[in-house]
């Protein structure tokens, strides 16, 4: 995807959006100077771009009694599909996202689990089952320090 060309508008509801996706558009009109109407237009625009790829409301983990967060890298058999592995791993609730990336491995998962047995069970008879997985490393996360969304500038 290329970069798209935005204004300073543009910016300004992206970061009211980001900080409050629940912020109504008037208020994001008030704060920009201009009219509902354009704050929709400019929405929808910012979608159909493909800048703005949904909504969604983020739920605390450890809320929901899944205390144990693992990032998990693995490597894949270079003969196997990774396309195939992706499908597989999407089907394990327990794993949040899934990253191509470089070095050793190919694929950086983040796992959600109850407890440290539920993860052990997640990893040795789910992931490490699937077709062209060879082998993966775990690293416990202690605390997450802080998550955000890519940094929207004007």
């Not at 912020?23 to 201009?34: Q, S």
């Not at 599909?81 to 983040?110: R, W």
């Not at 997985?133 to 004007?154: C, D, G, P, W």
């Amino acid at each position: 995807m290329s970069k798209v060309e935005m204004d300073a508008i543009d910016h300004k509801i992206l970061r009211f959006l980001t900080q409050n996706a629940r912020m109504p558009y008037l208020e994001i009109a008030r704060e920009c100077g201009v009219s509902g109407a354009a704050i929709h237009q400019r929405v929808k625009k910012l979608t159909d771009m493909g800048v703005i790829r949904g909504t969604r409301i983020e739920i605390a983990p450890k809320a929901l009694g899944y205390d144990v967060c693992a990032i998990v890298s693995v490597a894949t058999d270079e003969s196997v599909d990774y396309m195939e592995t992706v499908e597989a791993l999407k089907a394990i609730p327990e794993v949040a996202s899934c990253h191509f990336i470089t070095g050793q491995n190919n694929l950086l998962l983040k796992l959600y689990c109850r407890d440290h047995e539920h993860f052990m069970h997640t990893l040795m008879e789910r992931v490490r089952h699937i077709k062209g997985v060879t082998s993966t490393e775990t690293f416990i996360s202690l605390y997450e320090a802080f998550s955000r969304q890519a940094q929207v500038e004007e």
